[in-house]
């Protein structure tokens, strides 16, 4: 009997091992990436759903301010010209805006903020796209601190020459602070949305050459040659 009672108790103590040992794992899974019930069996189910809806949040404000920054260069149209480039047409009004006049005296810079308003447009779209369909969130376009202090000095811009240097230094800027957060979505993003970090990618390209193509307009035009962008963006590494 003293035997019996002596492999008992020594089986108890296997059990409860194990049963601590499962717990512990459990626990574990729940806290390390990629292990158990953390990991994302679907789109946005993982640890990058957050990152995932402050990025696409962050890009439609972004974008959404840029909308009005580029009507002030172009001037806007309620309709289409007829000819297919035409030098003089405006963009689209964006809804809450009045109607105003090109501020940018050189065709190239309206040409470029025409460009620029049509593609922010199509990617604020494509951004509600995404919450809608992964997060079952509806969001509508918002225009941050940032992005009504950049309006308005473009707003007290005398138009002209003056306009031009400005626009095409504050643009830059603008385009500045979606790179890092676009960059950070192509390797931080869900595993399974493809579609988001060509998005992602598509915007580094764009906003890196249109960088580029300003500063060269810079020298070229206005001799200003050492003419860098610059942020004063304080964002945590971690919301994007």
């Keep these: 009997m003293k035997f019996a009672s002596k492999q008992f108790n020594q089986s ?6 194990r049963v601590l ?5 459990l626990s574990l899974s729940l806290l390390v990436p990629g292990m158990g019930v953390a990991h994302a069996d679907g789109p946005g189910r993982g640890a990058t759903a957050q990152f995932e809806k402050n990025y696409l949040v962050f890009i439609i404000n972004h ?3 840029a909308l009005r920054m580029t009507e002030l260069a172009a001037g806007t149209d309620l309709a289409r010209d007829a000819q297919v ?15 105003t006049p090109p501020k940018a005296s050189d065709d190239e810079i309206k040409s470029m903020a025409r460009m620029g308003n049509r593609e922010q447009r199509e990617e604020i779209g494509r951004a509600q796209r995404f919450l809608r369909e992964w997060y079952g969130i509806q969001y509508q376009p918002q225009l941050t601190a940032d992005g009504r202090r950049m309006i308005a000095m473009l707003e007290a811009t005398p138009a002209g020459a003056q306009f031009n240097q400005v626009f095409l230094r504050s643009f830059s800027n603008h385009h500045l602070s979606a790179l890092a957060p676009s960059l950070h ?13 060509r998005y992602c990618e598509n915007i580094v390209v764009v906003q890196k050459n249109g960088i580029n193509d300003m500063r060269e307009m810079l020298c070229k035009r206005y001799s200003d040659c050492g ?6 963006d ?7």
Excluded: W
Aim: aromatic share 6%.
């Design 12 to 17: 108890s103590r296997v059990g409860n091992i």
């Design 21 to 25: 040992g499962r717990s512990l794992a």
């Design 63 to 65: 974008h959404y301010s």
């Design 85 to 99: 480039v035409a030098p003089q047409e405006g963009t689209s009004p964006t809804p809450g805006f009045n109607a």
């Design 185 to 197: 979505c192509t390797v931080k993003s869900d595993l399974n949305h493809d579609g988001l970090r």
């Design 227 to 232: 003419s860098v962008p610059m942020t004063g």
């Design 234 to 240: 304080k964002r945590k590494d971690n919301e994007f």
